[in-house]
């Protein structure tokens, strides 16, 4: 029996790959220099870097895509009559296990490309590879972009489909 692999499942196992690769070298730094790169004085120098050596581009695409799927799922929230998904997540504990996995599903290959052109662009820039920042830059530029889009998104569908006159309460 054939077993066909996912693009989602490709993608995930490379970042995985990349990022375990880089993890010895990352310790070995540590134990060289002594501090841990995401709370070290170089890590803040690095943004500028990052901001604007190669790949500063995704400081743009990276959000923008990030919207346009909040947007969608803030659609499809609005059309369920689920209220926004930041108070929900906030206030409806029940529904935070759904929600996660609703967002996760929505932006999983969007944050492994994210935290793959992070490991690219760490490789162009600095010749290393901080995993620790690797995963934190990639999330960071989609959560925020995506959770803001979706939740503003699904108050707008809301409020654009009211009858003139009618106010909702939460």
Do not use: C
């Not at 995401?38 to 990052?50: E, G, I, P, Q």
């Not at 947007?71 to 609005?78: E, I, L």
């Not at 996660?100 to 690219?120: G, K, N, T, Y």
């Not at 820039?125 to 803001?148: D, E, K, N, Q, T």
Request: glycine share 6%.
């Amino acid at each position: 029996m054939k077993r066909s692999i996912s693009k989602s499942s490709l993608l995930t196992a490379l970042v995985i790959v990349a990022l375990i690769a880089a993890t010895p070298f990352a310790v070995m730094e540590f134990f060289e220099r002594g501090e841990l790169y995401l709370l070290s004085h170089r890590f803040v120098d690095d943004l500028v870097a990052r901001i604007h050596g190669p790949g500063r581009l995704r400081f743009i695409f990276q959000p923008i895509a990030a919207i346009l799927l909040g947007a969608r799922d803030g659609m499809k929230d609005a059309q369920a009559g689920n209220p926004p998904f930041l108070w929900d997540l906030a206030f409806h504990r029940a529904h935070r296990a759904a929600l996660f996995r609703s967002a996760i599903a929505s932006v999983r290959d969007l944050v492994a490309i994210a935290i793959l052109l992070d490991i690219v662009a760490q490789l162009l820039i600095f010749r290393m590879v901080h995993p620790g920042a690797a995963l934190l830059f990639g999330p960071v530029l989609i959560a925020f972009p995506y959770a803001s889009s979706r939740a503003l998104t699904n108050r707008v569908v809301r409020w654009r489909s009211q009858p003139l006159g009618v106010t909702e309460v939460h």
